[in-house]
């Protein structure tokens, strides 16, 4: 198969989002992402899809690193409390 | 009761701490067998009951490796709200710490580990990774008030390189 040697554009990055979180979560994290970076929709030159998907990835690393500590926050915090039952 | 709204601003979320966290992968929930001999050799060595390898995330720490009963429900979590970890004030202080007697220490005297668990004496070194960031420490926790050996320090600052040159090589591997 010859090899896709076509420019990704925003919506290559939406569709391929969507297919992993689905068309809502990708259209808001896309156009926060777009907007916090001062861009604007459709993001057409390679450089700025570079960007958006740089501040993706660092977004999306600071949203596990709290994820996992609001997990343990409120496991450790409901077991305390009295209705939790433990220790 | 501390409400999660009400938790003071003990951590200084730097982002490109977090990052480095992040990178490592130590937020991750996965075992980590690689570690488990360190903190084995650090619980001899000092004579502690507890011996832990603990990750500081921005509200929370979570243990990578212990040596000891990790109560049920501290197990469950994977670890502590943040302001609970001894080893917090190596975000600001890089120094090793020793406490003799938690509680009778204003600064843990009514924290959980302390009023709950009976955790009474401490003594920690911090993880420093390559980049320069504090990722979490190295520590033994005791049940009664102690000093500990006087090499403790040492030993524990050579173990807690090895403990970030494990964790380092482990994402160099793809594991």
Redesign the interface.
């Given at each position: 198969m010859a090899p896709n040697t076509e420019r990704p554009t925003e919506a290559d990055a939406l569709r391929a989002l969507a297919e992993l979180v689905g068309t809502q979560t990708a259209t808001g994290m896309w156009d926060l992402s777009v907007r916090t970076l001062g861009l604007h929709r459709p993001v057409e030159s390679i450089a700025d899809l570079r960007r958006v998907a740089e501040h993706m990835m660092v977004t999306g690393d600071l949203v596990r690193v709290a994820g996992r500590s609001l997990k343990v926050r409120a496991i450790t915090y409901d077991a305390l409390s009295p209705a939790g039952g433990q220790p | 009761?501390?409400?999660?709204e009400e938790?003071p601003r003990v951590a200084i979320p730097t982002?490109d701490r977090?990052?480095d966290?992040?990178?490592l992968g130590l937020?991750?929930?996965q075992p980590r067998t690689y570690l488990q001999e360190i903190v084995d050799q650090l619980a001899d060595r000092v004579g502690a009951p507890f011996a832990l390898i603990d990750v500081l995330?921005?509200?929370?720490?979570?243990f990578l490796a212990a040596h000891g009963p990790v109560?049920?429900?501290?197990a469950?979590?994977?670890?502590?709200?943040?302001e609970?970890a001894f080893c917090r004030p190596f975000l600001t202080d890089r120094r090793p710490r020793f406490v003799r007697d938690l509680a009778t220490d204003p600064m843990w005297r009514d924290n959980?580990l302390v009023t709950?668990?009976g955790a009474r004496s401490y003594i920690g070194v911090p993880l420093i990774s390559h980049r320069g960031h504090v990722m979490g420490g190295l520590c033994a926790v005791d049940l009664a008030p102690r000093d500990f050996p006087a090499e403790s320090i040492a030993t524990m600052e050579r173990l807690a390189v090895e403990v970030i040159d494990r964790l380092e090589s482990e994402v160099g591997t793809g594991s």
């Amino acid at each position: 198969m010859a090899p896709n040697t076509e420019r990704p554009t925003e919506a290559d990055a939406l569709r391929a989002l969507a297919e992993l979180v689905g068309t809502q979560t990708a259209t808001g994290m896309w156009d926060l992402s777009v907007r916090t970076l001062g861009l604007h929709r459709p993001v057409e030159s390679i450089a700025d899809l570079r960007r958006v998907a740089e501040h993706m990835m660092v977004t999306g690393d600071l949203v596990r690193v709290a994820g996992r500590s609001l997990k343990v926050r409120a496991i450790t915090y409901d077991a305390l409390s009295p209705a939790g039952g433990q220790p | 009761m501390m409400l999660l709204e009400e938790r003071p601003r003990v951590a200084i979320p730097t982002v490109d701490r977090l990052l480095d966290v992040a990178h490592l992968g130590l937020d991750r929930e996965q075992p980590r067998t690689y570690l488990q001999e360190i903190v084995d050799q650090l619980a001899d060595r000092v004579g502690a009951p507890f011996a832990l390898i603990d990750v500081l995330l921005d509200g929370a720490q979570v243990f990578l490796a212990a040596h000891g009963p990790v109560p049920a429900w501290i197990a469950q979590a994977g670890g502590t709200p943040i302001e609970w970890a001894f080893c917090r004030p190596f975000l600001t202080d890089r120094r090793p710490r020793f406490v003799r007697d938690l509680a009778t220490d204003p600064m843990w005297r009514d924290n959980p580990l302390v009023t709950v668990e009976g955790a009474r004496s401490y003594i920690g070194v911090p993880l420093i990774s390559h980049r320069g960031h504090v990722m979490g420490g190295l520590c033994a926790v005791d049940l009664a008030p102690r000093d500990f050996p006087a090499e403790s320090i040492a030993t524990m600052e050579r173990l807690a390189v090895e403990v970030i040159d494990r964790l380092e090589s482990e994402v160099g591997t793809g594991s």
